[in-house]
């Protein structure tokens, strides 16, 4: 897992970014427009993507495409799928202490 992933995840814009690229690949200005950005702004985020591996830019005479790379974002999976499985045995263990708890509740004959 890449520290470069987060660090460039965290900033509001590229993360807008991001999202938009999942719809596919997008010039410069159409991301700085739908975003309400300043194309220079909009590619300072593109380029600290492109260097966290995030996106890739095709250059097409002479505009500049950028399209959505997935191996950061398949590495960043694998990496929260430990997490998804300790919180789910977690969560397995607290169901059934809550079903012990429930058991020792009831009276002894009582079958509701």
């Given amino acids: 897992m890449n520290a470069l992933t987060f660090s460039a995840l965290a900033e509001p814009n590229r993360l807008s970014i991001v999202e938009l690229l999942r719809k596919g690949p997008l010039q410069v200005g159409e991301i700085a427009d739908r ?49 998804r499985r300790l919180w789910e045995e977690r969560f397995d263990r607290l169901d059934d202490y809550l079903l012990e708890l429930q058991a020792q509740e009831k009276p002894p004959g009582n079958t509701e």
Avoid: C, M
Avoid at 44 to 61: M, T
Avoid at 62 to 68: A, D, G, H, Q, V
């Fill in 35 to 83: 975003l309400e950005l300043h194309q220079p702004q909009a590619s300072k985020h593109l380029r600290i993507l492109s260097d966290a591996g995030l996106v890739e830019v095709q250059p097409v005479a002479n505009r500049r495409i950028y399209k959505l790379q997935t191996k950061p974002l398949r590495e960043l999976d694998t990496w929260l799928d430990d997490f």
